[in-house]
């Protein structure tokens, strides 16, 4: 796996824009032979010797399914079912994140699109607007209310990931959830009325007081847990003096290039352990050492 | 008004995140004589001789509002009311667009900050996930059930909005929507499982036909109708050979650096009519002109 590939992407999947928004044609393809089903372990998917995918005949998905159409790979439909005995907010499983450890990005991208909706579809099954009971269109892109005729689609939560860069050094965190060591980028959830170079700024100086400027994007993925859009940026930061705000953070510390180049080496000396490469932070790491941003 | 600025941002708000998860802190601030709350028309701003919004004491808060703490803006703590007798999905009246040819962006940045609250608040009343009616929480930047304890955050949906770029000349787009004679950059909706790059390479497929690579991030902002996250791309082209999805646009068209220069300058033989100002298509095309991206 080729770690500077941001996790999550090159995938292969045709969305088929066109199809979903046809119901003939739909309708069509899930009577189609060549129509392949998505094989889950509750949420998390179930992989070959490759890192690939399992996927079984569309005609054995539970009949009280609801069917999401993913669009054609390989020249095949491809579905996913929201299964009504799903648990809803499925938890991350310590599984997945092994899986993605073998999983090539762009089979993860793939993984992506269909968690992040079957997820949306568990926890938004009534209509926001007026509470009624909601029913699946497009193809499962969408969701529509037959009382009021409020039409709602999959969220996709953008996020700010940054490295904060003073002297030569950049600023990682620590949140306490984290295994021993694991330091990464600091993020944020991006908020209505603000760009992303605004985000970025608050963000660092919520949680670690500083004031920053000269925000470049670097790199972006999904992250379906549940539907994130990371986007990672390097800011300049006006000193390396820190306000740390724990109720977000454990510990934040500036490290040098060497620092990092350390960690990503897995040198048993270096001063943190790092994200691991499906995550975008590490591919900012990456970056950053190369000179981008 | 800057037109190199974007649109919407340079909001001197401070957002106070601190302030708003903290319930003591918020009854002392809905109780200070300091306290501004923001003057609607609907949900459009009321403006002053100077394109500032205009503010009013708190304390002439409609008792049966629910009151959104935007953060602090000059020492003073900002509320904005949900009115229960404002319409659900607020369409754009044709003022709000005046407005915004004289409000400067910042001043923008704030009314998009509110104006994406209180539509989101209108039209998320009920719990998505079980049906029941949830209330205001964290200052409105959230809403909670009661009965499933779901906890629902204001949605931020990010747009890719991009210029495909060949043989030193730009495709740009018109929607049958559009004044007369506007043309801008084609845009849509990022979706789950996709990074901000093959979300652009996606959209100028679906809609024109063409493989794009090379994506490069230029610049972004908020879009308050009712919550977009607007990013701003340029990308190489392989062709300029057109499949146009008709669905989606009225023309497509490739015009030089000359024709983007005259049309922004307000020549009336230029090509086509640009993007307001307030846009991000608008800074997209003036960036480009500059050799951005």
Redesign the interface.
């Known amino acids: 796996m080729n770690r500077w590939v941001?996790g999550?992407?090159g995938?292969t999947?045709d969305?088929a824009?066109?199809v979903r928004t046809n119901p003939e044609q739909l309708a069509a393809l899930t009577g189609s032979l060549s129509a392949r089903l998505l094989v889950l372990d509750g949420i998390d998917p179930v992989l070959d010797q490759d890192g690939l995918m399992v996927w079984k005949s569309l005609a054995e998905a539970d009949p009280s399914s609801e069917l999401i159409f993913l669009g054609f790979d390989d020249g095949k439909p491809r579905f996913a079912e929201v299964r009504p005995d799903l648990p809803?907010?499925a938890s991350r499983s310590p599984a997945i994140f092994r899986m993605l450890d073998i999983m090539p990005p762009g089979e993860a991208?793939?993984?992506?699109?269909?968690?992040?909706?079957i997820d949306?579809h568990l926890?938004?099954?009534?209509?926001?607007?007026?509470?009624?009971?909601t029913e699946m269109f497009r193809g499962g892109?969408g969701r529509k209310c037959g009382q009021c005729k409020?039409e709602?689609?999959?969220?996709?939560?953008?996020v700010v990931i940054m490295l904060a860069e003073h002297d030569g050094k950049v600023l990682i965190g620590r949140q306490p959830a984290y295994p021993p060591r694991r330091y990464s980028a600091l993020a944020g959830?991006?908020?209505?009325?603000?760009?992303?170079?605004?985000a970025v700024a608050?963000e660092l100086h919520?949680e670690a007081g500083l004031r920053a400027s000269n925000v470049r994007?670097v790199?972006?993925?999904?992250w379906?847990f549940p539907?994130s859009?990371m986007?990672a940026c390097i800011a300049d930061a006006d000193r390396d003096e820190l306000t740390i705000?724990y109720?977000e953070l454990e510990d934040a510390i500036w490290v040098t290039r060497e620092e990092v180049q350390a960690s990503l080496d897995g040198d048993p000396d270096a001063p943190f352990l790092p994200p691991p490469p499906y995550a975008i932070a590490h591919t900012l790491f990456r970056r950053w050492l190369e000179g981008g941003g």
Chains 1, 2 share one sequence.
Do not use: I, N
């Not at 991208?109 to 909706?117: E, I, Q």
């Not at 709602?152 to 953008?158: E, N």
């Not at 959830?189 to 605004?198: H, I, Q, R």
């Open positions: 941001p999550f992407t995938s999947l969305r824009d066109l809803r907010g991208g793939t993984y992506a699109a269909a968690r992040s909706l949306w926890r938004h099954g009534f209509c926001a607007q007026c509470g009624t009971r892109w409020a709602h689609f999959p969220r996709v939560d953008p959830f991006l908020e209505p009325g603000e760009s992303l170079e605004e608050r919520e994007y790199v972006s993925q999904p379906p539907s859009l986007m705000d109720t």
